[in-house]
């Protein structure tokens, strides 16, 4: 499988949380990656979006919130994520 590029984005939403596991496991999965505002990465991979989501999801709280999304085109994965906000994304992307 060729490498694409995955947008993740988190809110970890109880104050003083650790980021650093959620951090470590990001740079794992990465062959490269962008990490430029605060909680948003660009990263390189050959895992699908499901994938990395589920990787992702051990390092985050059940209140969290999590959006992974492949920018080279072939669709998005959730967690914690509104009806709404899912709903927007199915429709748009």
């Excluded at 470590?24 to 062959?31: D, M, P």
């Excluded at 430029?36 to 999801?57: F, G, M, N, P, Q």
């Excluded at 390092?59 to 709903?87: F, K, R």
Aim: aromatic letters at 8%; charged letters at 25%.
């Amino acid at each position: 499988m060729a490498l694409r590029t995955k947008f993740i984005g988190y809110d970890l939403n109880r104050p003083g949380q650790d980021y650093s596991s959620l951090i470590k496991e990001i740079k794992a999965l990465a062959n490269g990656h962008w990490h430029h505002l605060d909680s948003t990465w660009l990263i390189r991979t050959e895992k699908s979006t499901s994938e990395v989501r589920d990787a992702l999801k051990a390092h985050i709280d059940s209140g969290d919130e999590l959006l992974v999304m492949d920018v080279t085109g072939d669709g998005w994965a959730s967690a914690g994520l509104s009806q709404s906000a899912n709903d927007w994304l199915r429709k748009y992307l």
